[in-house]
């Protein structure tokens, strides 16, 4: 069955960096689209970013565009958010969620999340 | 962009039907049929109900319905049970950046 498990979440200081990984099993990872979305504490679910099947094209929201980098790996298996100059409002859990072929607009499986604190 | 709205709870009894409304603009749930529905549990994975307006996905429960008119969608939940107990998302496709909006969230109690 399709499983995603986040990891690589923990407490940081504003203005550091911190990557998260996102391992995947149980389908065919090369041939799908991936997205992270976030969710801060006792906040609504918010997109941040979507890395295409073969990592060709990249899309993020507003709030992280060029502080935060999401990549793969097809040969782990694994997506990868990069976050750099972190700020306390990105304090949330991440998930990473899996984008059906020619469906980029959804998101059919999620993992369980990785929780990024960032606090001084 | 902003998230779209939705009723911040709702609440029924075990077997009643339930409506949860998703709010947007013509710009996005009004622009395209790409609305979708998502349920969380604390700690475990979200679950998608409902893609495209209304398709379920398999494994998911008749229960579970979708439809859209003009810029505001709906989730209806039919035969209530107390495992639908949950917060509940709606997202839609906005056709630019940010590309995937949500909602703001309903939680749904089963009283």
């Known amino acids: 069955q399709v499983q995603l498990v986040e990891s690589g979440g923990g407490v940081v200081q504003p203005g550091t960096s911190l990557r998260l990984s996102c391992a995947a099993s149980?389908?065919?990872?090369?041939?799908?689209?991936m997205h992270w979305v976030r969710q801060a504490p006792g906040k609504g679910l918010e997109w941040v970013a979507i890395?295409?099947?073969?990592?060709?094209?990249?899309f993020y929201a507003d709030s992280v565009k060029g502080r935060f980098s999401i990549s793969r790996d097809n040969s782990k298996n694994t997506l990868y958010l990069q976050m750099n100059s972190l700020r306390t409002e990105d304090t949330a859990v991440y998930f990473c969620?899996?984008?059906?072929?020619?469906?980029?607009?959804?998101?059919?499986?999620w993992g369980q999340g990785s929780l990024v604190t960032v606090s001084s | 962009q902003s998230a779209l709205t939705q009723p911040a709870s709702v609440s029924g009894s075990p077997g009643q039907s339930i409506t949860i409304s998703c709010t947007g603009t013509s710009s996005d749930v009004g622009a395209y049929n790409f609305v979708s529905w998502y349920q969380l549990h604390p700690g475990k994975a979200p679950r998608l109900l409902i893609y495209d307006v209304t398709n379920r996905p398999s494994g998911i429960s008749n229960r579970f319905s979708g439809s859209k008119s003009g810029n505001t969608a709906a989730l209806t939940i039919s035969g209530l049970q107390a495992e639908d107990e949950a917060d509940f998302y709606c997202s839609s496709y906005t056709g630019s950046s940010p590309f995937y909006v949500f909602g703001t969230g309903t939680k749904v109690t089963v009283l």
């Open positions: 969620a899996r984008a059906p072929s020619n469906r980029w607009h959804v998101f059919d499986y």
């Open positions: 149980g389908f065919t990872f090369s041939t799908y689209s």
């Open positions: 890395v295409s099947y073969d990592a060709s094209q990249e």
